[in-house]
């Protein structure tokens, strides 16, 4: 009896290890509407496993890996990536991003058969105005690696810029966001025709929503690969970009925020 009982604790040990290392593979279709503009549809997934998240849309990737204290982008096209230190030190180029402070709205969804509870926040900075809403789901498979990724990143970001905003646990299965410019927002140092141009060029910006829904989750062990540039990409220096590789690089949606 005591040896099936040791087999059996053994058995319960390594399946819940093997569980805690699972990933989480998240596919989105992204619709962004600017103005006028007819709206534009897009694809990405997400791989989240322990402290590394991975965002790969239709022109590059995003890598990052807390422990290392990395963010990396992949761009396919010029076979090339560039690597930076996470959390930036120097401020993001969306602060809004950071300071979304989420309410429960009392409302409730179901989205992919998997149920999800209705928050809203919202953040301002000079530039602009954000509001979002979303329906966050505990019970979708991987809700909980996602969420201790989320919080970890928070955690990471507090460090460096002091992040105050919050978001629930759980995946958000929709996210609507509009960002409204704040079309009197000017820029030290420029000269009244400089400040003129940026005005009229602000008052043509409409709002631009965003409607991200996610279409599939699926759990799985990720290979350590999935998280590391693909063999023979050139390395690049980040404040020398070429092609694809931006000077500087926003922070993906999902680890803006710590979660409650």
């Known amino acids: 009896m005591k040896t099936m009982s040791a087999i059996l604790a053994v058995t319960i040990l390594i399946g819940s290890g093997a569980m805690a290392r699972a990933g989480v593979v ?8 600017r103005g ?7 694809t990405r997934q997400l791989f989240v496993q322990g402290h590394q998240e991975k965002m790969v849309s239709e022109h590059n990737s995003f890598v990052i890996d807390l422990d290392r204290g990395t963010m990396m982008l992949i761009d396919p096209k ?39 509870e209705e928050y809203a926040g919202g953040s301002q900075s000079a530039m602009a105005a954000v ?7 505990t019970s979708a498979p991987g809700a909980a690696e996602f969420t201790e990724f989320t919080k970890a990143m928070g955690a990471k970001l507090n460090e460096v ?13 929709t996210m609507d ?45 990720l290979p350590a ?6 063999a023979g990409y050139e390395r690049r220096d980040m404040a020398q970009p070429s092609g694809g ?16």
């Open 131 to 137: 509001k979002t809403t979303g329906c966050f789901s």
């Open 26 to 33: 998240i596919d989105e279709q992204v619709t962004t509407t």
């Open 225 to 230: 690969d999935t998280f590391t540039a693909p």
């Open 161 to 173: 810029h002091s992040v105050s905003g919050k978001v629930p646990s759980g995946i958000p299965l």
């Open 78 to 116: 010029q076979k090339a990536y560039a690597e930076m230190p996470f959390p930036p030190q120097s401020q993001p180029s969306n602060p809004q991003q950071l300071g979304l402070n989420f309410q429960k709205t009392g409302k409730s969804s179901t989205v992919l058969n998997y149920g999800c």
């Open 36 to 42: 006028s503009e007819p709206p534009m549809v897009q």
């Open 245 to 260: 590789a931006p000077a500087s690089a926003t922070v993906p949606p999902s680890g803006a925020k710590s979660p409650e």
């Open 177 to 221: 966001s509009t960002r409204t410019v704040n079309t009197g927002f000017t820029m030290p140092g420029l000269s009244p025709e400089q400040t003129a141009r940026l005005k009229q060029m602000l008052a043509k910006q409409g709002p631009q929503m965003t409607r991200t829904v996610v279409t599939k989750i699926a759990t799985r062990s």
